[in-house]
């Protein structure tokens, strides 16, 4: 049975940013000025994810909370720091913001919404009709065909179950704090199906996704050319894989 909604409202719930970041010094710092901008009364925590370069020097210099990790875990790991930091503090929400520039600040407004009207995840789709983001070859045909089984998992439509930037209320939170996927695909695609099986809200908003402002891609053609593999195994393995159990409170 899905909670009630909150009667915690936009304006004054604790709301934490956390921006997970590998080699992102060209973008980080005016991200997290349009962060400061558009959300000027959210905490926000960069989790560097072994960066080799000045990414964590210049967050710090923003006046930011930093967490480093010491070695790559990839964003799942990143946001598995995120999710326990909020836990342990409180915090109501918690924002997935790339550090590379492509979640848009003034988007996340939206996303919040959605968790007030009752929704436990709201996931911001670059396919709800707005903006021109287009997706082509395996990679394209990978997102339509997780699109479809989700939508029927989750019982609501669902068009984007691959995009990062996601909003998550109290009860996601401590579901991911437990455990959140690292792996490949993990972090949108096993959530999805923990956060299921969990019987947590799954709602999404119509998003902009913009252009990198820096760094580089995460995903090279070769990997591109393998998507629709992969996507159809993480899906194959977050179905009959076993997880830790979940707080009764959660899935209550």
């Known amino acids: 049975m899905v909670a009630a909604v909150s009667s915690t409202s936009v304006s004054t719930r604790r709301v934490l940013i956390v921006m997970p970041a590998l080699n992102e010094q060209d973008s980080v710092v005016s991200v997290l000025a349009q962060v400061k901008q558009s959300l000027p009364g959210a905490d926000v925590l960069v989790v560097d994810d072994g960066s080799t370069d000045r990414t964590a020097e210049l967050a710090r210099a923003c006046g930011v909370r930093v967490a480093r990790l010491s070695v790559n875990l990839g964003v799942g790991g990143a946001m598995r720091t995120g999710f326990r930091y909020a836990a342990?503090?409180?915090?109501?929400?918690?924002?997935?913001?790339?550090?590379?520039?492509?979640?848009?600040?003034?988007?996340?407004?939206?996303?919040?919404?959605?968790?007030?009207?009752?929704?436990?995840?709201?996931?911001?789709?670059?396919f709800a009709g707005k903006g021109a983001y287009r997706a082509v070859g395996p990679r394209k045909y990978a997102m339509v065909a997780l699109s479809l089984v989700f939508s029927r998992l989750s019982g609501s439509k669902l068009t984007d179950v691959t995009s990062g930037f996601k909003a998550m209320g109290p009860r996601a939170i401590r579901l991911f704090a437990g455990y959140y996927p690292?792996?490949?695909?993990?972090?949108?695609?096993?959530?999805?199906?923990?956060?299921?099986?969990?019987?947590?809200?799954?709602?999404?908003?119509?998003?902009?996704?913009?252009?990198?402002?820096?760094?580089?891609?995460?995903?090279?053609?070769?990997?591109?050319?393998?998507y629709l593999g992969r996507a159809g195994l993480a899906l194959l393995l977050a179905l009959v894989r076993?997880?830790?159990?979940?707080?009764?409170?959660?899935?209550?």
């Open 88 to 126: 342990a503090r409180g915090y109501d929400a918690v924002v997935q913001v790339d550090a590379d520039g492509q979640h848009d600040p003034d988007e996340v407004g939206a996303l919040l919404r959605l968790l007030d009207e009752g929704a436990d995840i709201a996931i911001g789709s670059r």
């Open 182 to 226: 690292a792996e490949y695909l993990g972090d949108t695609v096993e959530a999805l199906v923990m956060a299921i099986r969990a019987k947590l809200s799954i709602r999404e908003t119509p998003v902009v996704m913009r252009e990198r402002a820096g760094g580089k891609p995460s995903h090279s053609p070769v990997k591109s050319a393998v």
């Open 242 to 252: 076993r997880r830790p159990s979940v707080d009764s409170s959660v899935a209550a």
